[in-house]
């Protein structure tokens, strides 16, 4: 199922490129030139992504030691729509096999981020990511839609891509081992009433901005995940929060709950095999990287983004200051669209939730806008892969 093609796949093992083999890849992927650019003096000049690392990470791409094979967690973050540009750089990696070869990789995500990755475990992996993109692009609300409307449509998405027979197969993945972030709310937050949760997350904001452990008092991090034992970051000191195995029971409603935005979608109530209560976005706790997802093995992290800022927690979000500790980001690779590809997509910006209230008259266009950013977003990947094959990845490299 999971054949690689050797011509892509080649230069990732630390061999060198043969002439036969530059001009295959030049003929798939376009000339070095034409897929970066130069300027008069020769510098690179990478047009589409740009590539940030934390210290080590950053030390080791310096040193030509990176490896794909060296990937122990690919990340994704909450965001909404925006994870459509992330579609390209994930189905290249899915498509050819390029990570977990050697071992079992953590696909670790928080809303948008667990959608996609549950997509990898399904037997027919591209069928069912692409299933995902096609119910979540063509998904229409309304103005007088409930919570509980918008939460029984999140759940027609997810039975779209991902089938119950198929789950027992999920959870026995070889290559890739999913760990979803949910957040179990406590109080006001736990309330089907807007004006309630908007009072809740009102004081959660402000007590986040004194001191950012007070938000655990309003939302526990609680992680879903499949593997013979618990990720690392789990087991870690210091980590706030409860962990769970996934099972054929509790996988849909775990995903499902990862994605359900407060005050926009009702909460998924009482998910079995963990605590009872109402859960609700992980993004409310883990919006972007908040906790060290690097492995004992010294494994690095990849994160595709959509956006240069990392954002700890969705309350952190008008906090232009915060950011995660320096800690949580030494061992992360992180790639995402340059401002000139951002120019480049439709209205000169990636796709958010927005679009959804701004084109709740005209869904036909919000359609056609977010198919033609995935057309636009396909070859993100490939120029990654492009700079490692190339050797020039260490060239193109800035701390983060």
């Known amino acids: 199922m999971y054949r690689t093609s050797q011509a892509v796949s080649r230069p990732f093992l630390g061999w060198k490129m043969g002439a036969a083999s530059r001009d295959l890849w030049r003929d798939l992927f376009g000339s070095r030139n034409q897929r970066t650019g130069r300027s008069a003096n020769g510098n690179m000049e990478v047009k589409n992504i740009r590539v940030r690392a934390g210290q080590r990470a950053y030390d080791l791409i310096r040193a030509g030691g990176f490896s794909l094979d060296g990937i122990s967690t690919y ?88 089938e119950d027979d198929a789950l027992s197969f999920a959870l026995a993945h070889k290559r890739y081992r999913l760990v979803i972030l949910t957040s179990l709310v406590r109080h006001l937050a736990a309330s089907e009433r807007p004006w309630v949760q908007r009072v809740s997350f009102l004081l959660g904001f402000l007590a ?72 609700r976005d992980g993004g409310l706790v883990d919006y972007h990287i908040n906790q060290d997802y690097s492995t004992r093995d010294r494994g690095l992290t990849l994160f595709f983004h959509h956006q240069e800022r990392i954002i700890p927690g969705w309350m952190d979000k008008k906090l232009k200051r915060r950011r995660p500790p ?75």
């Open 75 to 162: 990340f994704g973050p909450a965001g909404g729509p925006r994870w459509l540009v992330a579609s390209g750089f994930d189905l290249i990696l899915l498509r050819e096999g390029l990570i977990g070869r050697v071992h079992p990789v953590w696909l670790t995500g928080a809303s948008a981020g667990a959608w996609r990755f549950a997509a990898w475990l399904q037997p027919e992996a591209v069928k069912s990511y692409r299933a995902l993109m096609e119910a979540y692009i063509t998904a229409t609300y309304g103005r007088r839609d409930t919570p509980e409307k918008i939460l029984q449509s999140l759940t027609a998405i997810i039975n779209a891509y991902i």
């Open 208 to 279: 986040n901005a004194v001191k950012p452990s007070l938000i655990h008092r309003f939302s526990e991090r609680i992680v879903f995940y499949y593997g013979p034992h618990p990720p690392d970051f789990c087991l870690r000191k210091g980590f706030r929060g409860r962990f769970f195995a996934l099972n054929e029971v509790n996988f849909k409603s775990a995903v499902i709950a990862s994605g359900a935005i407060p005050i926009a979608v009702a909460g998924v109530r009482d998910i079995f095999g963990a605590p009872n209560g109402v859960y």
């Open 326 to 400: 320096d800690a949580f980001l030494d061992s992360v690779v992180m790639v995402y669209p340059s401002q000139e590809f951002i120019a480049g997509l439709p209205g000169g910006r990636i796709p958010d939730r927005g679009d959804f209230a701004t084109f709740i008259d005209d869904p036909a266009t919000r359609i056609a806008n977010w198919r033609r950013a995935v057309e636009l977003a396909e070859p993100l990947g490939e120029e990654f892969l492009e700079l490692i094959a190339s050797g020039r990845l260490k060239d193109v490299v800035e701390k983060l």
